[in-house]
């Protein structure tokens, strides 16, 4: 299987500054299609997650554009350029590339 | 409006199964393939089965493989997960999803309780 690991696993963030997350997998996310199967979601407090990115740096409809993806092989980032209180909730990377899909353990974000 | 309803879950004990269901409405169901994941409380997301659009394709994570069946009836818009032989490491909210991705759509879930 394909482990997925996050950094931090916990991320206190003030208003209006970015943040960033790390996704690092076990093996290389990036099909011989070229596309990079990788995806993030957040779930907010007591709601099911939702999808934010999809292979890689895809936002999926209605995300707001301060949040984006980057990265290749086996290294990739979630960044939210300017974080809003709506924002704090668990962030997931979850790898599509082959079955069983796996997620990462979730980063954790809350307001300072 | 897109939605996903689950159902079907409950108080089991250990060896015993239970039926989930999934209705969807909102968008055309036969179009995507459907997933069934996993939360322990307070833990994070497991992938657990996913079906193809019109039914002849299924996959399972090893750890329900044998004891987990996905099924769906597009006439329906449901889908269903049949759990057999559940063990108290089955506990969860179980969440159907649409198309895991871009297109990807969650339901609230349902609670599973393996438990004597």
């Known amino acids: 299987d394909i482990v997925m690991t996050q950094s931090p696993l916990s991320l206190p963030v003030t208003p209006g500054e970015p943040a960033s997350i790390s996704c690092r997998s076990s093996?290389?996310?990036?099909?011989?299609?070229?596309?990079?199967?990788i995806d993030w979601y957040l779930q907010k407090p007591g709601q099911s997650p939702q999808v934010l990115i999809s292979?890689?740096?895809n936002r999926a409809s209605g995300v707001p554009d301060r949040f984006s993806g980057s990265g290749s092989g086996t290294d990739f980032t979630l960044k939210i350029s300017r974080v809003e209180a709506e924002d704090v909730g668990v962030y997931y990377c979850m790898q599509a590339l082959q079955i069983p899909f796996t997620f990462g353990p979730g980063t954790k974000v809350d307001i300072k | 409006e897109v939605q996903l309803v689950e159902s079907g879950g409950g108080l089991v004990q250990p060896g015993g199964s239970l039926r989930l269901s999934c209705a969807a409405s909102g968008f055309i169901f036969s179009d995507y393939w459907m997933h069934w994941v996993r939360q322990a409380p307070g833990k994070g997301l497991v992938w657990v089965s996913r079906?193809?659009?019109?039914?002849?394709?299924?996959e399972y994570a090893d750890s329900v493989k044998g004891r987990f069946t996905i099924s769906r009836d597009n006439a329906k818009n449901t889908l269903y997960l049949q759990m057999n032989d559940l063990r108290a490491e089955d506990t969860a909210v179980y969440l159907c999803?649409?198309?895991?991705?871009?297109?990807?759509?969650w339901g609230q879930g349902t609670m599973v309780t393996v438990s004597a």
């Open positions: 999803a649409r198309a895991l991705g871009y297109d990807a759509v």
């Open positions: 079906i193809k659009s019109d039914g002849s394709y299924r």
């Open positions: 093996q290389s996310l990036v099909h011989s299609n070229g596309r990079k199967y």
């Open positions: 292979l890689g740096s």
